[in-house]
């Protein structure tokens, strides 16, 4: 896998969570990079959910942004994850020095709350991607960010779903918050209400917080994986959560988010999303006006 060249690697990350425009990102231009990207992810195109896939052969360059990131974030989440993250982070014995298999992560997830990673190559469209989770499948990539710029990437990759939705999996609270939401997925059947739900997805076990001792704390897996963004928060709004509201909120997919939403608890958290999920139907979700969601990238 080829490095990345000087000007990447001497090219920081703006304060907003960009390096210049999408297509100077390293994670975008770089030739060699992408090639070993899609190749990692061109199995996906025909996996079906469930199905056993082959296990990756990393290089070691690919295991050394692991351990650089895996030192970053240690000390992130000490100093801004919320209580839960971080027994749940004990429980999930992450391996500092290597990227483990997606087999060896869902081998640790299934004793504890039946959840498995399943295989993506990419974003999934919301009917496959919620829906499984019902059922204990949680959508995931094997490709590991450009190396130049390990604390931050445009689009989610092994880190993030290992470090995000590998901690949530291990708790019995968070996975069944993720139930909660494929289950709601299921019942519904307008592409309307599946970009409700998707929203809502979004801004709380994506990019959630909670608050503790009048601070919030990140719960969120987009920032569990994100050093930068994970303590941000005075480069965004902090909302009480309100789940009509986060669906009507616009997003980005990439850079830092500008407004986040802050639960009072784990307890109204889930009071809130079960309600939410429970009352939710294809006629509710077309009464919601929804603002386009800005794809803009790194």
């Known amino acids: 896998m080829n490095t990345a060249n000087s000007t990447w690697r001497q090219t920081p990350v703006t304060a907003e969570g960009r390096l210049g425009v999408a297509a100077q990102h390293p994670g975008r231009s770089d030739p060699a990079y992408r090639r070993r990207r899609d190749a990692l992810a061109a199995p996906a195109e025909t996996h079906r959910v469930g199905a056993p896939y082959a296990a990756v052969d990393y290089t070691e360059a690919e ?6 990131v895996y030192r970053a974030l240690g000390p992130a989440h000490r100093g801004h994850a919320c209580r839960a993250v971080l027994d749940a982070s004990a429980d999930a014995g992450i391996p500092a020095d290597r990227i483990p298999q997606h087999a060896e992560v869902s081998a640790a997830l299934l004793p504890r709350t039946g959840f498995a990673f399943t295989l993506a190559g990419g974003v999934v469209p919301n009917e496959r991607f919620l829906g499984s989770m019902e059922h204990g499948y949680f959508h995931a990539v094997q490709f590991v960010r450009h190396p130049a710029v390990p604390l931050y990437t445009p689009e989610p990759d092994v880190l993030h779903d290992v470090f995000g939705h590998g901690i949530h999996l291990s708790c019995p609270r968070f996975a069944a918050l993720y139930r909660l939401i494929g289950h709601a997925a299921n019942q519904v059947r307008t592409e309307e209400a599946l970009d409700v739900l998707s929203r809502v997805y979004w801004f709380t076990l994506e990019y959630g917080l909670v608050m503790e001792s009048g601070t919030p704390k990140a719960y969120g897996a987009a920032l569990l994986s994100s050093y930068g963004e994970i303590g941000a928060h005075d480069r965004r709004e902090v909302r009480e959560l309100d789940i009509r509201d986060a669906a ?27 309600s939410f999920c429970a009352d939710l139907d294809d006629d509710i979700a077309n009464r919601l006006r929804l603002p386009e969601i800005s794809r803009d990238r790194a």
Do not use: K, N
């Open 248 to 274: 009507g909120t616009p997003y980005r997919i990439s850079g830092y988010q500008p407004v986040l939403f802050a639960a009072r608890s784990l307890e109204h958290l889930e009071d809130t999303l079960g």
């Open 63 to 68: 295991h050394r942004t692991w351990r650089v």
